[in-house]
């Protein structure tokens, strides 16, 4: 019997591991967040500076949930990203901070999120990031999910 209920125990520990939303992807924004009003996105042009640069990488044109969302960081001067004050904002009102989804997916090269889950529409994020220099760099990305 002790064999048996072992088994039995491995078997739902599978069952719950494949059902857990690890597998399912990781939701980088919830349909509740993204039916909250947008704040208003302002796009200056700014001066030349040596703080890290933040580049989304996705295909230019619409794309379908689940996306591989990726950020690459490069740093200049020979200074190093400084991950600790990594900080990604979903720009709605109010603000939500959702740097805590993606720092387990997070390296100083940049960020990526294999099957990131978005509800369909427009979502304005904004990226920020220091170097070991204490240069900061924030962008504002626009992500584009159809339905």
Same mark, same amino acid.
């Given at each position: 019997?002790?064999?048996?209920? *072992?088994?039995?125990?491995?078997?739902? $520990? %599978?069952?719950?591991?494949?059902?857990?939303? !690890? &597998?399912?992807? +990781?939701?980088? @924004?919830?349909?509740?967040?993204?039916?909250?009003?947008?704040?208003?996105?302002?796009?200056?042009?700014?001066?030349?500076?040596?703080?890290?640069?933040?580049?989304?990488?996705?295909?230019?044109?619409?794309?379908?949930?689940?996306?591989?969302?990726?950020?690459? *960081?490069?740093?200049?001067?020979?200074? $190093? %990203?400084?991950?600790?004050?990594?900080?990604? !904002? &979903?720009?709605? +009102?109010?603000? @939500?901070?959702?740097?805590?989804?993606?720092?387990?997916?997070?390296?100083?090269?940049?960020?990526?999120?294999?099957?990131?889950?978005?509800?369909?529409?427009?979502?304005?994020?904004?990226?920020?990031?220091?170097?070991?220099?204490?240069?900061?760099?924030?962008?504002?990305?626009?992500?584009?999910?159809?339905?």
């Amino acid at each position: 019997m002790g064999k048996r209920a *072992f088994t039995f125990l491995n078997i739902l $520990a %599978v069952l719950v591991a494949i059902s857990s939303p !690890v &597998y399912a992807g +990781t939701v980088l @924004i919830t349909e509740q967040e993204a039916s909250l009003p947008p704040e208003r996105v302002a796009v200056g042009q700014r001066g030349i500076t040596r703080g890290p640069r933040v580049e989304l990488i996705q295909p230019s044109e619409k794309t379908h949930s689940p996306v591989h969302f990726q950020i690459r *960081f490069r740093s200049f001067g020979g200074a $190093a %990203v400084d991950l600790e004050t990594l900080h990604i !904002v &979903y720009l709605k +009102t109010p603000e @939500i901070d959702i740097t805590p989804r993606v720092k387990p997916f997070t390296q100083p090269g940049g960020i990526d999120v294999p099957d990131a889950e978005i509800p369909a529409g427009e979502h304005f994020l904004r990226v920020e990031v220091s170097d070991s220099e204490g240069r900061t760099r924030d962008s504002v990305f626009s992500l584009k999910i159809s339905p």
